[in-house]
């Protein structure tokens, strides 16, 4: 079973449009977050959601809005896609807010082409 | 701001062989984790080995091991009998204590040859 699933795996998609992916862990978490990868292999935190509350954004654009339906879910809706924003998504999680150095979990990524 | 630094981008070893991964960070802060991920080709990020900065003893993970420098700032992967599935870029993160967020290095890419 996978812990930490996202959908699409793959997405490629014009400038201008607007794209959404999913992701769900059954892992019992409370906690999950949105890592970006650039072309570079760089990683970087976007946001993060403990309980359905938005606990981290971290100057990502309002282009991008995370939505948490439950501890469960948190899917990442990018509008008005830009070349710049073609990059691997990676959802992730942990176990209990405020535990210090909870070992963060990742799903397999969605690479995200912008032409 | 903590950063961390992984200075070699890219290295190889034989199969069979034991090779180094350096990594080093900065902070003020004395609590603190390090983690090291690895990233195959199939892109799914791994958690390696994990690493509290309030223990003295150094983690280890069966062929993985790590080199925690406290005062130098220093936490470097050794794997040891490398296999050809260790062929993967390699993740140095810390994260602070009391906060979620993972700080990562630039990542570095270990080839392991027959």
């Known amino acids: 079973d996978t812990a930490v699933s996202q959908t699409p795996k793959y997405l490629v998609t014009q400038m201008g449009n607007d794209k959404s992916i999913k992701c769900e862990q059954n892992?019992?978490?409370?906690?999950m977050y949105w890592y970006k990868q650039d072309s570079k292999k760089f990683l970087k935190i976007m946001f993060s959601?403990?309980?359905?509350?938005?606990?981290i954004n971290e100057t990502v654009p309002n282009r991008f809005s995370p939505k948490s339906p439950d501890k469960a879910h948190l899917n990442l809706h990018i509008n008005s896609l830009e070349l710049g924003d073609s990059a691997v998504y990676f959802c992730?999680?942990?176990?209990?807010?405020?535990?210090?150095?909870?070992?963060?979990?990742f799903g397999e990524g969605s690479w995200l082409t912008v032409v | 701001a903590q950063t961390v630094t992984q200075s070699q981008p890219e290295m190889s070893v034989q199969e069979a062989e034991t090779v180094t991964l350096s990594c080093t960070y900065d902070?003020?802060?004395?609590?603190?984790?390090l983690f090291w991920y690895k990233q195959p080709p199939s892109r799914q990020m791994i958690l390696v080995i994990r690493?509290?900065?309030?223990?003295?003893q150094n983690a280890t993970e069966n062929r993985f091991s790590v080199n925690f420098q406290k005062a130098a700032k220093s936490f470097s992967l050794k794997i040891s009998d490398s296999q050809l599935g260790d062929t993967a870029m390699y993740f140095c993160?810390?994260?602070?204590?009391?906060?979620?967020?993972?700080?990562f290095g630039k990542g570095m890419k270990l080839t392991v040859n027959p």
């Open positions: 902070t003020s802060e004395s609590n603190y984790y």
């Open positions: 992730a999680s942990s176990r209990i807010r405020g535990v210090s150095g909870n070992t963060i979990y």
């Open positions: 959601y403990n309980n359905k509350e938005l606990i």
């Open positions: 690493q509290e900065a309030y223990k003295q």
């Open positions: 892992l019992g978490h409370d906690t």
């Open positions: 993160a810390f994260m602070q204590g009391g906060s979620e967020k993972l700080v």
